[in-house]
């Protein structure tokens, strides 16, 4: 069966801290990827998706970049974290026509 | 693109039905409309989907209208772990998945 793991599940990190979300998906192969943010009180905001190794399509300017190193890992990056970086974290993939499949989340926490 | 529409919010009686509505007019032939929920402080979870027919599972139906440009969600019997935010999500191109803001569906005891 599927499985995607995401690490870690809570984080606290200062401004101006690097940060490294790794997102790994078991028991499929291509699948699509994603990474999404909610901030607190919001909704589900897209921030990059992937359909292939070394392809990531990017939502929203902001200070993150996205990498899918291998075809089944995922991993969210920043040089320099910000305030308006803290939020929920959230990975998913899907094998179309399949629904989506989150991992458990990252709670991130910019001091 | 297809984009959904949905209320904002609705309670629902607990032990009663909640009937949550979704209207996607642009959507494509070929393009399924899939439903997940957040309860609060978790990530989504999958609870249906279906492209013409109706569909039913353990957790709850889909009634997808025949011009397929609406359906709606239901829970047959809510309990207060229903309450959630609820999402109709259509599948945009290039396997882009947004999520809008959704339902939010207080069962109220």
């Known amino acids: 069966s599927q499985t995607i793991h995401q690490w870690p599940a809570t984080l606290v990190q200062p401004v101006g801290s690097p940060l490294s979300l790794e997102c790994t998906v078991e028991?499929?192969?291509?699948?699509?990827l994603y990474w999404y943010r909610q901030a607190a009180g919001r909704g589900l905001q897209l921030l990059f998706y992937?359909?292939?190794?070394?392809?990531i399509s990017s939502e929203v300017p902001q200070n993150l970049s996205a990498s899918r190193p291998q075809d089944r890992q995922f991993i969210l990056s920043s040089k320099k974290l910000l305030l308006s970086d803290s939020g929920f974290y959230l990975c998913?993939?899907?094998?179309?026509?399949?629904?989506?499949?989150f991992g458990n989340g990252t709670r991130l926490t910019v001091t | 693109d297809a984009k959904t529409t949905q209320p904002p919010s609705m309670d629902c009686a607990e032990g009663r039905a909640a009937n949550l509505p979704c209207n996607h007019s642009?959507?494509?032939?070929?393009?399924?409309v899939y439903w997940y929920r957040q309860i609060h402080s978790q990530g989504p979870q999958y609870i249906i989907h279906?492209?013409?027919n109706n569909e039913t599972n353990e957790m709850a139906s889909l009634i997808i209208t025949e011009d397929r440009k609406s359906s709606t969600l239901i829970l047959p019997h809510a309990t207060l772990r229903d309450t959630a935010v609820y999402y109709c999500?259509?599948?945009?191109?290039?396997?882009?998945?947004?999520f809008g803001p959704g339902t939010s569906l207080s069962v109220i005891p």
């Open positions: 998913a993939w899907r094998v179309d026509p399949s629904p989506l499949h």
């Open positions: 028991g499929t192969s291509n699948p699509n």
């Open positions: 992937s359909v292939g190794i070394g392809q």
């Open positions: 642009t959507i494509s032939g070929n393009e399924y």
């Open positions: 279906g492209l013409k």
């Open positions: 999500i259509v599948r945009t191109s290039y396997d882009k998945v947004i």
